[in-house]
């Protein structure tokens, strides 16, 4: 009866919420039905097969395309699509979802990296994808090996199965001790290692091949050897798949392919899901604007997110460039970070700055010898970028958020190329 009727309450939040423009409501919604009943999150997991994916980077857009897959072989699949990753956001999609008598229910849920270790246990998942980990708001979040350490001591003594990037170190340190039938290793690209120079083990410098193996000559801590491969003919099927840009989303892509192929998803029917799959959650949405300019917006929050994005951005050199750059709290509030991106490298000609910290990005990029100009809102930002016909508006989080919801009453969304 407590569950019921917290459950109530947090729908009427939601109605509330929505009502009075205060938010989508899935926050508000799960942190009234918490507060009215602290077992409620374990109460509605139960009887639930339920996936988590988790990552610092990656993980809403590895969701979106396992949940996809999945519903092509199962009825009314939960997931948190719209990125509510903390345990407000979990429990309200697992409430919120439909029932169906005698079907058996599925969830794909994106956890916040920091947040997993609390709610594994009340979740109590069948199977976990672990993607990357990487420097992300360090005022809140502390020090990556830290979250690792954390996953580490969260798998002990489970039965969870789990699929993990095997190019990552503190991914292999935080799942090493897990017997090999619960464990399957994914060898995933990536051009990001400055989160990752010394060993978990034994602390010393990690030595890195061209394809983004490591060994530790010190203790032998090495790259494991992929139990899940995937062929060059495989791994272009799943890019000419995805509608989605970038090397990074081709990584997040396998993810969630091998996850599809372990929950009995056919390959055919996977890819054919992800030709539907055209943004996510406002990430890498295209708009075409009034006077026949398009503009496609990124999120870039941490230095490996910023990296990815401006080596994607460097393929069509002559675009215009707009960053929106915040620093509040769920930004992270300190912008030091800047620094360990390459904007040095980065093919940059037209470039505008808007945000809070707007004077934070102009001193990094003039270090960076990049010719720039500064607006005081978004709309400027446009007027100062006229003679583009296409711009790459990348925003950090917060500035995403507010974007994102403006972008669509702007312009028209338009399909991604692949």
Avoid at 387 to 399: E, G, P
Wanted: proline residues 4%.
């Amino acid at each position: 009866m407590r569950y019921l009727f917290a459950c109530i309450a947090g729908h009427l939040a939601f109605f509330l919420s929505r009502l009075f423009g205060r938010g989508s409501g899935e926050q508000i919604q799960g942190r009234v039905i918490d507060l009215l009943c602290p077992q409620a999150l374990r109460i509605a997991a139960k009887d639930v097969r339920i996936i988590i994916v988790s990552a610092t980077n990656g993980k809403t857009t590895t969701t979106r395309l396992l949940a996809s897959a999945l519903g092509q072989v199962h009825a009314n699949v939960i997931s948190n699509a719209l990125g509510a990753n903390q345990r407000a956001g979990v429990l309200a999609a697992l409430v919120s979802a439909k029932k169906t008598p005698g079907v058996a229910r599925w969830a794909v849920l994106e956890v916040d990296e920091r947040s997993l270790p609390g709610m594994f246990d009340e979740l109590h998942p069948e199977l976990l994808v672990l993607g990357n980990l990487s420097r992300d708001q360090l005022d809140r979040f502390g020090e990556v090996s830290s979250i690792s350490q954390s996953w580490k001591k969260m798998l002990e003594s489970t039965s969870v199965h789990v699929i993990a990037n095997g190019c990552d170190p503190h991914i292999v340190y935080a799942t090493s001790d897990l017997p090999s039938e619960q464990l399957s290793y994914v060898d995933l690209f990536s051009r990001w290692h400055d989160d990752a120079h010394t060993c978990p083990m034994c602390g010393e410098l990690l030595h890195w091949d061209a394809h983004s193996h490591f060994t530790s000559p010190t203790c032998g801590f090495t790259t494991p050897t992929s139990t899940m491969t995937i062929d060059d003919e495989t791994r272009e099927l799943i890019t000419d798949s995805l509608f989605l840009p970038g090397a990074w989303n081709v990584n997040n892509a396998i993810l969630a392919y091998q996850a599809a192929l372990l929950c009995d998803v056919e390959s055919e029917a996977t890819l054919t899901s992800w030709k539907e799959v055209r943004e996510v959650a406002g990430r890498n949405a295209i708009f075409h604007l009034d006077n026949e300019r398009s503009i496609q917006l990124f999120l870039a929050k941490n230095p490996a997110g910023w990296n990815e994005t401006l080596s994607h951005l460097t393929l069509s050199p002559g675009d215009a460039t707009i960053f929106a750059f915040n620093c509040n709290i769920a930004d992270g509030k300190d912008p030091s970070w800047l620094y360990d991106v390459d904007f040095e490298n980065a093919m940059l000609d037209n470039v505008v700055i808007f945000g809070e910290r707007k004077t934070d990005m102009q001193v990094r990029l003039a270090v960076a010898g990049k010719t720039i100009q500064l607006a005081d809102n978004f709309r400027e930002a446009l007027g100062l970028t006229s003679s583009a016909k296409h711009i790459n508006l990348v925003a950090s989080y917060t500035q995403f958020l507010t974007l994102s919801r403006v972008l669509p009453k702007m312009a028209t969304p338009q399909k991604v190329s692949p």
